[in-house]
């Protein structure tokens, strides 16, 4: 089993190898130079057989060939070649691989084959890889990546992603700083020669940036070894995960794409149980618990307070939260009066609390948020957007409307969890979004918000604040 | 009941009096000045207590002083005047009246009694009324709309939406444009002092101009006539529906809402089965069953094929698809021919067919449209956007990556469904709904495509053409 120690040369490598340089587009080409603009140049070294510069280097033929010890390497060689990488490597080279090419089980018997080979290799030899059939790594507090990423995903956050699939992690990457979703590190494992799920928990469980971990697994190496991981790992830190392959038809796609054996789902759905991981059913759902986990104190109870404009999605989201088996909170009597004060005669004071158009949202939701008997708050703050457009001329701003809520969530004191869900044009979902910062998750599937209290109520974890 | 002319007059009016018309910012004010924008003006007439001139207009003290007969009146009054506004009309006005007012049994006791008693009026004095507590009817075909709705709303399309809320109709209007969604009538119908749902929907069923009716409701005003109603309105159109009140807390949010009895939801569960309704668990649910339905004929068997670049997604979709009873396609011999003829060696031929970075998402894509044992198809045409945004530059463009996929489709002859699902960042979301056009449905939840699907094979509808 890997220690933390371990695999600190994959996320904080003090040199990295790029073996399989190209002169040409493609990754061998693109990734020294990201590393590059990254600050990494200066311990960076290409490896390629075709002697002369490359990106106004000197290129080196082999690995045992650097002019130094190097701790990382990054292999995007032909999967033919890897064997001789692994062994060259082994003489004098980097320990530590990260192999990004494809071709091996996912491929069939034959790449199979040559993965078994790689595997014995490595562990003959003692070098660390993660790989093949992955793009690696990123970690955000150094800005050290193995792939070329947008420059957006860098900013630090406090989500741990494992992937198995490469394009699947980048397509991810690429999505999340839409969704104010930052990250702490991600890796995608691929076929897992080494380094798997089990080993990258634990790394992440250690990390002081990494508050909730999320994990998109095809099928795990070694049951109950995942078991006994989950559940050392979930006392510390909440895991969310998301598994493929629950149809024999999803079981038959992932040996061809990561080469997974994915199983019997009853049997993932007893160790993500019994693991105390939380199982998401969807990509969307996977990640707006993401959001909530990160940025939100455990809900201490299972009392809910909603502070709605529309009664109609006051009325869905109720529902969604019963069905979950949270209760619709009592209000405090000092609640109701507060809102009362300044509420129009038609304004029902009660829970879902529906505010209309009588302009009360914040006055409201100040009023729930600092009522003992609530446990946790849904703010659907909406309006029609013909509504916004005659009146933001005017002077009247989104924040007027609903109240600053990320200020008045701080307000409050942080003590209970605020999630804000709604629907509609997206110019007004995206005011909403800057009104709650990086810190008040907002999920445009306003039934989300119910799930991710529920998560927020399953008292699995404690948050490890940096 | 009401027969479809009988309705006619809210849709399609002849002549219009704006009941409770201002001089000041509000309904009273704006929707004067829209109907006028809209080719309404020479047809408009404006009735307020204050003389004087309006938007340049004569007023009149009431609507018995209207100079000549109107068909429709707007209404827009304090709710306490609504009975002398309904005695008014009876006498000489409008017979139709939509009420756009708010304060009936919404808000408690009192407000109820005033609403029984002006159902019994309009009732006993023969007159039609929809609402009140709603902001009523959008007509796309001639622009006809009695609420201020954004005029991107306005283009034509195949999707009728009765939504019980004023404010949730009119959100949902605001968002349906950027979903690609069409509407031909939207109605909301609020507290329902007279026509009802099941008028509607027979209204609906009727129009010419809908394919798809698309109910979101608080509580039924009569169950076995709603499931009646459904009966005959699903053998020729589909239906589907979003209710809210499943639960206590839901049902009391109702009640305080639209003053909906939501009752026992296993009851409705069975009418709108029964029905042959497709019930929606959520609103994103709802319109992405929309789409699909508005624009993809039926699906004649349960054999899926999905084409994708990334595995992952495959697996997942492909997952969904199975939990609900579809089945994965075999590919034909002359499939897999014409895919592996330019697929490179590591790509696997199969469902789901995970074409990775190859290139011949188009060749796949055209390949299993053309197959006869698939029945539909889902495409998942996602990239890593950095990758987008450094070969954008060099004329590498969505459509030569992963196909002209409307117009495929086009080609195809459209005679099975085609579903996309995607997830990433939402510039490749917009060029992939650009390549889909109006006519195929992209889908941000991947496995709404897969609900979709099944909802496309359920058969109980036949598409009515314009």
Chains 1, 2 share one sequence.
């Not at 634990?202 to 002081?208: E, I, K, S, V």
């Not at 007004?428 to 999920?443: A, N, Q, S, T, Y």
């Amino acid at each position: 089993m890997s220690s933390a120690s371990d695999l600190r040369p994959f996320f904080e490598p003090r040199s990295i190898a790029v073996i399989g340089a190209r002169r040409n587009p493609g990754f061998g080409f693109g990734i020294p130079l990201f590393l590059e603009r990254h600050g990494f140049g200066d311990k960076l070294f290409l490896v390629t057989p075709t002697p002369g510069n490359l990106h106004g280097r000197p290129v080196y033929s082999r690995a045992s060939e650097l002019p130094e010890p190097v701790e990382l390497g990054i292999v995007i060689v032909p999967a033919s070649a890897t064997p001789e990488v692994l062994e060259d490597c082994a003489k004098k080279g980097p320990r530590h691989l990260i192999l990004e090419n494809a071709g091996f089980s996912e491929t069939g018997p034959e790449g199979a084959a040559l993965e078994a080979r790689c595997r014995k290799l490595a562990k003959d030899l003692g070098l660390r890889v993660i790989g093949p059939n992955c793009v690696g790594v990123v970690n955000t507090q150094n800005r050290f990546t193995s792939t070329e990423v947008m420059e957006e995903c860098l900013i630090p956050g406090h989500l741990g992603i494992i992937a198995q699939s490469g394009v699947f992690g980048n397509i991810l990457l690429d999505w999340l700083p839409e969704e104010h979703l930052r990250i702490s590190k991600a890796i995608t494992i691929g076929n897992r020669l080494d380094v798997n799920e089990c080993d990258l928990l634990d790394y992440l469980a250690a990390d002081p940036a990494t508050r909730v971990i999320v994990i998109y697994l095809e099928g795990a190496q070694d049951g109950p070894r995942l078991l006994a991981t989950l559940r050392r790992v979930t006392a510390r830190k909440p895991v969310l995960v998301l598994k493929s392959g629950r149809t024999p038809a999803g079981q038959a796609a992932t040996v061809s794409h990561t080469g997974s054996l994915s199983g019997e789902d009853a049997v993932y759905e007893a160790v993500f149980r019994q693991g105390g991981a939380i199982r998401a059913r969807g990509v969307h759902e996977l990640f707006d618990l993401a959001k909530a986990l990160s940025t939100q104190p455990p809900m201490r109870g299972n009392r809910v307070a909603i502070v709605t404009s529309s009664g109609s999605l006051g009325a869905l989201v109720i529902d969604a939260c019963l069905d979950l088996g949270l209760v619709a909170a009592a209000l405090a009597e000092e609640t109701v009066a507060k809102v009362r004060r300044q509420a129009p005669s038609w304004m029902n004071v009660k829970n879902p609390l529906d505010v209309g158009p009588s302009g009360q949202f914040r006055v409201a939701l100040e009023a729930v948020l600092s009522d003992p008997g609530v446990d946790g708050v849904i703010a659907i703050p909406v309006v029609p957007f013909s509504v916004v457009r005659a009146m933001e001329p005017i002077g009247f701003t989104a924040g007027l409307w609903m109240g600053e809520i990320a200020k008045l969530w701080q307000a409050s004191g942080k003590r209970k969890p605020l999630v804000v869900g709604l629907v509609g044009n997206s110019a007004w979902v995206d005011r909403i979004r800057k009104l709650c910062g990086d810190e008040v998750p907002v999920m445009d599937l306003p039934e989300h918000a119910a799930l991710a209290l529920r998560a927020l109520s399953l008292g699995n974890h404690t948050h490890s604040e940096e």
